[in-house]
């Protein structure tokens, strides 16, 4: 892996995503290196994209810039991360997403944390600290690392992610799992389904699916792995099939489960109120 410094102008972004109001992504590039990662397309450094997984640019002033970023901001939602991992290897080094965290707290903002590394457990003390305003949720694709490395090269192993989201639950972090992309012929199973809401059940983690989607760069990186992305994308007749075998076994593990499409409609409820 290579890392770059960079200064960076500005830190906090306005999103694009309807259930976030900001994204803040401390990193460029990500370490895991996920195929089927949408990120690629969207990460600005062109050498992190064709080298994905391998070139990582840390934009070390960010805290620094958030600082005198949110004097003038509304108070909102922010997604941390949105086209990195926040808690990639680099972040033990930098604690960059550490420092974002603990000012957006402390200064009103509401924050949902997304990542599949265990090194979040740096911040479980913070996050426990202000429940009441923020949660973290763990990409989980499968609960059988065999199949999470064909995809996901460089990423903690799932059951080290089921562990910390124990852990969170336990310091009374609202938790969820983010059960995607669901991939055709990869974890679209009814083993995988029930391991994934099993993990939910014994962790009080909700659940948010949402399948894959064919981007030019995830469609290369998956292509070169010798899979077949068109394959894994599906069609509606299949992703209706598993959406509702999702939603049967969320129903059997007594989780409460909705669709990305559906997320944004949840958090819009729950903006500024107690969580969960």
Known sequence: MRVVEIESEGSISRSGMNELDYCL???????????????????????A???????????????????????????????????????????????????????????????????????ARLDFPLLSKYRNYSDIGYTIVSADSRKTRLTEPHTPPPEARFRALMEATALGIHTWIYFGPVMKGINDTPEDISAVMRWASLSRSRV???????????????????????????????KN??????RKMAEEYSVEVNSEQEEWLIERKKAFRTLF
Not at 241 to 246: P, T
Request: glycine letters at 10%; hydrophobic letters at 30%; aromatic letters at 10%.
């Open 25 to 47: 992504n401390p990193y460029l590039g990500c370490h895991h290196g996920c195929t089927y990662c949408y990120a690629i397309d969207m990460t600005s450094k062109k050498d």
């Open 49 to 119: 994209r064709d080298n994905w997984g391998d070139v990582i640019y840390v934009r070390k002033n960010i805290a620094r810039n958030l600082a005198s970023d949110i004097k003038g901001l509304k108070r909102g939602m922010v997604g941390i991360s949105t086209i990195t991992d926040p808690y990639q290897s680099a972040e033990a080094r930098y604690r960059l997403s550490g420092k974002c965290l603990k000012l957006l707290l402390e200064n009103g903002f509401r924050v949902t944390v997304q990542t599949k590394s265990p090194l």
């Open 208 to 238: 948010i699916f949402d399948f894959y989607r064919n981007y030019d760069g995830s469609e290369r990186a998956i292509s070169k792995s010798g899979l077949n992305p068109k394959y894994m994308a599906g069609n509606e007749s299949w």
């Open 241 to 246: 099939e598993v959406s509702g075998l999702i």
